[in-house]
C-alpha cells in the first residue's frame, strides 16, 4: 500500500478497482486514420497530466457505436498500457472538456463508478511518486513494459475528502502556474537573445577579416593525468565529466588526453559542425578526439566562444569540414585554421561579449527558478497526496478553488 505515517481523518484507503472500470481503447485499420474523431495516444498523454480536445491531434474514423462504446468523456483518466521501459509505463492524463472524443489502442480508459476523485486532483494524484511506483510495481515484461486493467485495478490509493482533494489541487497549481510563467518567460527572453546575436555580430565596414590561424594557436599539451577528466556538451559548456549523466568512456591510460586551461576554447572535432564548442572556465584534460585552441592576445575569448555558435559561422565550419558521410564529417585544427571570420577591435568585442554574457546570466537566473519550482512541487505533490502535509479548507477556498484552478 502507499506509504503514510497515519492516513488522517476522512481520508479513505482503498484500491482503483473499487471505484474504476477500464477499458482498452480502438485499434483500426490504417486506412482509418488521418479524420473523423479525435482520439488520444500515448504522445498526448506524455504530454499533458490535463487534456483537452485543442490537445488532440490525431484523428480516426470509426462508427457510431464504437464511438459510444470508446468514448472519452469530461473527468476520464487515461494511461498508456505499453512502453519501452518501466518507468515510462501508465502515465496518465485527465480529459477536461465537455466534447466526446475517443482514445488508440494503446491506451487504457479509466473510469469512474462512483464520484470519489475530483479531475483536478486525480491529474496530480497519479502523477506522484507514490502512485507511479505502486504502477510501475505492477507492470510486467521483458522486452517491453505492459500494464493491463487487472494491473490498474489493485493499484492502491489514498482519497481525501473532496473539499481537500479541491484544495490540494488549487495548491499544487498555483506552482505549476509559476513553471508555466517562468518558462514563458525564458522563451522570450532565448528569442531575445538570438536576436542581439544577430545584431551584435553583423559586421560593419570597421570590422577585420581574418583566418582563424591568425587568431588561434592550437594546444596540444599531454601528460597532465593528475587533472580531472572534461567534457564539452552542447547545453551546459565545458563541464567536469563527473557532472554529466554519461557513462565514463574514458581510456583507462590519459597520458595522450589533451589539457584544456581557462579561456581555451575546445571542440569536438567530430561536432564542430553542429556547433558542438565551449568557452572553458576550468583546468582539466579532455579526450584526444577534441581539439583545444588558444586565442591570441587580439581575440577576446568571450567574444569568440558567442561567434562559434552563430549560424554563419556554423555554417563555415561544415563547410571546412573533411568526411565521406554526414556521420564522419570532422575538423581538424589545420582546416579549422583556414576558416575566415570577420571581427571588430578588441574593444568592441569586450563590448558585445558583457551584453551578451549579461543576457545569458539573465536567462540561466530564470532556469534556477523553473527549477527551484519544480523541486517545490515534486516534494508539495509528496506531502499533499498521502496527508502527510494537510491544507486548510473554508468554504471560502474551495469556492475559490473550483472557480480559479485553471491547468
Given at each position: 500500500m502507499i506509504k503514510s505515517k497515519k492516513i488522517p481523518l476522512g481520508w479513505k484507503s482503498t484500491t482503483l478497482g473499487t471505484f474504476m472500470e477500464f477499458k482498452?481503447?480502438?485499434?483500426?485499420?490504417?486506412?482509418?486514420?488521418?479524420?473523423?474523431?479525435?482520439?488520444?495516444?500515448?504522445?498526448?498523454?506524455?504530454?499533458?497530466?490535463?487534456?483537452?480536445?485543442?490537445?488532440?491531434?490525431?484523428?480516426?474514423?470509426?462508427?457510431?457505436k464504437q464511438k459510444a462504446e470508446s468514448a472519452v468523456v469530461y473527468g476520464d483518466l487515461l494511461f498508456n498500457r505499453t512502453s519501452e521501459v518501466p518507468n515510462e509505463i501508465a502515465y496518465?492524463?485527465?480529459?477536461?472538456?465537455?466534447?466526446?472524443?475517443?482514445?488508440?489502442?494503446?491506451?487504457?480508459?479509466?473510469?469512474?463508478?462512483k464520484d470519489l476523485l475530483d479531475p483536478y486532483f486525480a491529474g496530480y494524484c497519479?502523477?506522484?511518486?507514490?502512485?507511479?511506483?505502486?504502477?510501475?510495481?505492477?507492470?510486467?515484461g521483458v522486452v517491453r513494459a505492459n500494464i493491463g486493467q487487472k494491473d490498474l485495478n489493485k493499484?492502491?490509493?489514498?482519497?481525501?475528502?473532496?473539499?481537500?482533494?479541491?484544495?490540494?489541487?488549487?495548491?499544487?497549481?498555483?506552482?505549476?502556474?509559476?513553471?508555466?510563467?517562468?518558462?514563458?518567460?525564458i522563451s522570450a527572453k532565448e528569442k531575445q537573445f538570438e536576436w542581439l546575436v544577430q545584431r551584435l555580430f553583423k559586421p560593419t565596414e570597421s570590422w577585420r577579416l581574418y583566418k582563424l590561424s591568425d587568431?588561434?594557436?592550437?594546444?596540444?599539451?599531454?601528460?597532465?593525468?593528475?587533472?580531472?577528466?572534461?567534457?564539452?556538451t552542447r547545453e551546459k559548456g565545458v563541464i567536469p565529466h563527473s557532472e554529466t549523466n554519461r557513462k565514463d568512456n574514458s581510456n583507462e591510460d590519459k597520458s595522450k588526453y589533451l589539457r584544456i586551461c581557462p579561456n581555451d576554447i575546445g571542440y569536438n572535432t567530430m561536432r564542430m559542425w553542429q556547433g558542438v564548442s565551449a568557452l572553458s572556465a576550468i583546468d582539466g584534460i579532455v579526450s584526444p578526439a577534441y581539439t583545444v585552441c588558444t586565442p591570441k592576445t587580439i581575440v577576446n575569448p568571450e567574444f569568440m566562444a558567442?561567434?562559434?555558435?552563430?549560424?554563419?559561422?556554423?555554417?563555415?565550419?561544415?563547410?571546412?569540414?573533411?568526411?565521406?558521410?554526414?556521420?564522419?564529417?570532422?575538423?581538424?585544427?589545420?582546416?579549422?585554421?583556414?576558416v575566415k571570420a570577420s571581427i571588430p577591435d578588441i574593444e568592441t568585442q569586450v563590448e558585445i561579449a558583457k551584453v551578451l554574457n549579461s543576457a545569458k546570466k539573465e536567462i540561466a537566473k530564470l532556469r534556477q527558478f523553473s527549477e527551484?519550482?519544480?523541486?517545490?512541487?515534486?516534494?508539495?505533490?509528496?506531502?499533499?497526496?498521502?496527508?502527510?502535509?494537510?491544507?486548510?479548507?473554508?468554504p471560502a477556498t474551495t469556492k475559490k478553488t473550483l472557480n480559479e484552478v485553471s491547468v
Amino acid at each position: 500500500m502507499i506509504k503514510s505515517k497515519k492516513i488522517p481523518l476522512g481520508w479513505k484507503s482503498t484500491t482503483l478497482g473499487t471505484f474504476m472500470e477500464f477499458k482498452n481503447g480502438i485499434n483500426a485499420d490504417k486506412s482509418a486514420y488521418g479524420q473523423g474523431t479525435e482520439f488520444i495516444n500515448v504522445m498526448d498523454i506524455f504530454k499533458n497530466h490535463f487534456l483537452k480536445r485543442n490537445d488532440i491531434q490525431g484523428k480516426v474514423q470509426i462508427t457510431e457505436k464504437q464511438k459510444a462504446e470508446s468514448a472519452v468523456v469530461y473527468g476520464d483518466l487515461l494511461f498508456n498500457r505499453t512502453s519501452e521501459v518501466p518507468n515510462e509505463i501508465a502515465y496518465s492524463s485527465v480529459y477536461l472538456d465537455q466534447e466526446e472524443i475517443t482514445f488508440g489502442g494503446f491506451v487504457i480508459r479509466g473510469r469512474q463508478q462512483k464520484d470519489l476523485l475530483d479531475p483536478y486532483f486525480a491529474g496530480y494524484c497519479f502523477n506522484s511518486s507514490s502512485i507511479r511506483r505502486e504502477l510501475i510495481r505492477r507492470s510486467q515484461g521483458v522486452v517491453r513494459a505492459n500494464i493491463g486493467q487487472k494491473d490498474l485495478n489493485k493499484v492502491p490509493i489514498l482519497i481525501p475528502p473532496k473539499a481537500e482533494q479541491k484544495q490540494i489541487a488549487f495548491t499544487i497549481a498555483l506552482w505549476d502556474s509559476a513553471i508555466e510563467k517562468t518558462e514563458t518567460l525564458i522563451s522570450a527572453k532565448e528569442k531575445q537573445f538570438e536576436w542581439l546575436v544577430q545584431r551584435l555580430f553583423k559586421p560593419t565596414e570597421s570590422w577585420r577579416l581574418y583566418k582563424l590561424s591568425d587568431l588561434f594557436e592550437n594546444r596540444r599539451e599531454t601528460k597532465n593525468i593528475e587533472l580531472p577528466l572534461i567534457s564539452i556538451t552542447r547545453e551546459k559548456g565545458v563541464i567536469p565529466h563527473s557532472e554529466t549523466n554519461r557513462k565514463d568512456n574514458s581510456n583507462e591510460d590519459k597520458s595522450k588526453y589533451l589539457r584544456i586551461c581557462p579561456n581555451d576554447i575546445g571542440y569536438n572535432t567530430m561536432r564542430m559542425w553542429q556547433g558542438v564548442s565551449a568557452l572553458s572556465a576550468i583546468d582539466g584534460i579532455v579526450s584526444p578526439a577534441y581539439t583545444v585552441c588558444t586565442p591570441k592576445t587580439i581575440v577576446n575569448p568571450e567574444f569568440m566562444a558567442f561567434l562559434f555558435k552563430t549560424k554563419p559561422m556554423i555554417h563555415k565550419f561544415y563547410r571546412y569540414s573533411q568526411g565521406l558521410t554526414s556521420d564522419t564529417w570532422n575538423l581538424k585544427f589545420h582546416h579549422f585554421s583556414e576558416v575566415k571570420a570577420s571581427i571588430p577591435d578588441i574593444e568592441t568585442q569586450v563590448e558585445i561579449a558583457k551584453v551578451l554574457n549579461s543576457a545569458k546570466k539573465e536567462i540561466a537566473k530564470l532556469r534556477q527558478f523553473s527549477e527551484k519550482y519544480r523541486l517545490q512541487k515534486r516534494g508539495l505533490m509528496q506531502k499533499l497526496l498521502i496527508g502527510e502535509w494537510q491544507v486548510s479548507v473554508t468554504p471560502a477556498t474551495t469556492k475559490k478553488t473550483l472557480n480559479e484552478v485553471s491547468v
